[in-house]
């Protein structure tokens, strides 16, 4: 169905509804989520932001974790919200993400720094009018969006052109929750006339942090606090920008009303001062000091022609694609050829961490175009955001706590190093998250501490039935062989040359 826009495509909902409402829950409950597939394709779900520390299989990372969910057939989701703060969750198979499969999460603490505050939640998509196969197919050939190409956005499941409203109660205190579950579209919000404090980032809480507005790239969370004026005089404006980075003529510019009296007028005035917001700013309340890490490995993404006559995305040169055996299987039974990387296969890009390793990512874009990196199962620390054209000079944290999150921007010619210790062993993916790019190969594994995994309690059967269901091997290396023979995976293809953009 048709969202918005004039396109028509298919959209994915749930239970026959287009615009799927947040799951709001407590923390220390357990989601169960009774997914029943009713596509003709395999599908799964991913809680963004979600560390499935001991529960791995249940991450949703299509072959990287476990099969999908097969068509026609249900699957069990029982996920113990161990992390309070602002999450969403969204279809981890094909592009199921961008069609629609996406919803909040929020996760309430009744005791914390911030609880008992009024809360409000405005979630961002964009809704690109071309079907995704089409978008897939055009890759990478023009890759900087044309007005024919650029989507409209959505706020709180509507059209953003009609934004929904926000409606203040005077004098009371809000935390307002904003997710961003748009693919390509940058967000900024901000409120006319309002004094706004970050307090959470990707479900870290951090010391209150006056700012202007809010950027959240594609995947990103946030919280906001903001007090109510005292009185029901004014009703106003709340702003939010949709735009690609680098930004380019298209920006689209929504606003909705922030009502306190359904007959009063819209104050008009200037907006408030208060600094530019920057993630690598913000201090997180849990402090944890600068990791130092052992090891550094330097990740380069970008694009490129490859040697099978397509142009894909990589890390590293090399484009992701999905192994015959799920990367979790692979490591449960290869034994020790387990961090042995090339036991993932030619194409799965993976990089074997050392059970509590502390590893630094430094991610590297020659390139114009920006990419919202995203790795599961941690919240990093980001200590480090420079420019690879020398234009500029690095920020770093201004606190020895440096801020942590699950997805950060590395912008156009831009690197962003990130730090964490190998404390969640499972098989996690490190990805753009701009669709296109992600399953245009912009993907690689982080295979952590598999020796672990492998002392790890059995998975729940239901893990391996959606294989076996669907032909697909739960044993071996990444073509289902025994060591490292990878006959019937084809040779991964190699980057004849790279493509500006
Ligand atoms: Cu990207």
Not at 150 to 171: C, E, H, M, T, Y
Not at 270 to 285: C, G, H, K, R, T
């Amino acid at each position: 169905m048709d969202r918005v826009g004039s396109g028509i495509r298919r959209a994915i909902g749930v239970n026959r509804s287009a615009v799927i409402p947040p799951i709001v829950a407590t923390v220390d409950d357990m989601l169960v989520i009774n997914a029943k597939n009713s596509l003709d394709e395999g599908t799964s779900l991913h809680i963004h932001g979600y560390i499935y520390n001991g529960t791995s299989y249940f991450d949703g990372a299509q072959m990287v974790c476990g099969c999908s969910i097969a068509p026609k057939s249900t699957f069990t989701y029982e996920i113990p919200l161990k992390q309070a703060g602002t999450f969403w969750i969204h279809g981890h198979s094909n592009h199921h993400n961008v069609e629609g499969l996406r919803a909040p999460l929020v996760v309430q603490t009744p005791v914390g720094p911030y609880s008992g505050r009024k809360e409000l939640l405005v979630a961002f998509e964009e809704w690109f009018a071309a079907p995704v196969a089409m978008r897939a197919n055009a890759t990478f050939a023009k890759l900087n969006p044309k007005a024919t190409d650029f989507p409209d956005g959505i706020i709180n499941g509507a059209d953003a052109r009609q934004a929904a409203k926000l409606q203040l109660i005077p004098g009371q205190e809000y935390r307002v929750r904003l997710v961003n579950m748009a693919s390509a579209m940058w967000f900024d919000f901000a409120i006319d006339g309002h004094d706004m404090s970050v307090i959470e980032v990707d479900g870290i809480l951090t010391e209150p942090a006056p700012v202007r507005s809010v950027r959240l790239a594609p995947a990103q969370r946030a919280s906001v606090l903001i007090r109510a004026k005292p009185t029901a005089a004014w009703n106003y404006r709340y702003r939010a920008k949709m735009y690609t980075l680098p930004e380019c003529a298209n920006t689209r510019y929504y606003s909705g009303s922030v009502e306190y009296a359904a007959t009063a007028p819209v104050f008009g005035g200037p907006s408030v001062s208060a600094p530019e917001f920057n993630d690598i700013n913000l201090v997180p309340l849990i402090r944890e000091p600068l990791i130092v890490p052992e090891r550094s490995v330097r990740l380069e993404v970008g694009a490129g022609k490859f040697s099978n006559g397509l142009t894909m995305h990589y890390i590293n040169n090399i484009t992701y694609a999905i192994p015959k055996v799920p990367s979790l299987y692979t490591a449960l039974t290869t034994g020790a050829l387990a961090r042995d990387p090339r036991v993932y296969g030619p194409q799965s890009n993976a990089l074997v961490l050392r059970s509590f390793e502390k590893i630094e990512l430094l991610m590297v874009n020659y390139g114009p175009l920006a990419h919202p990196m995203h790795l599961h199962g941690h919240a990093f620390q980001v200590v480090e955001y420079g420019f690879t054209n020398g234009t500029k000079t690095v920020e770093r944290p201004r606190t020895p706590w440096p801020i942590r999150r699950d997805t950060v921007t590395l912008g156009p010619f831009q690197y962003v190093a990130i730090r964490f210790q190998a404390d969640n062993p499972g098989m996690w993916i490190l990805h753009c998250h701009n669709d296109r790019d992600h399953y245009g190969g912009m993907s690689m594994l982080v295979a952590e501490a598999p020796e672990m995994l492998q002392l790890t309690p059995d998975m729940p059967p239901s893990i391996s039935n959606q294989c076996t269901r669907q032909g697909i091997k739960i044993s071996g290396n990444a073509a289902g062989n025994d060591g490292l023979d990878m006959r019937g995976l084809p040779p991964a293809p190699a980057l004849i040359n790279r493509v500006s953009h």
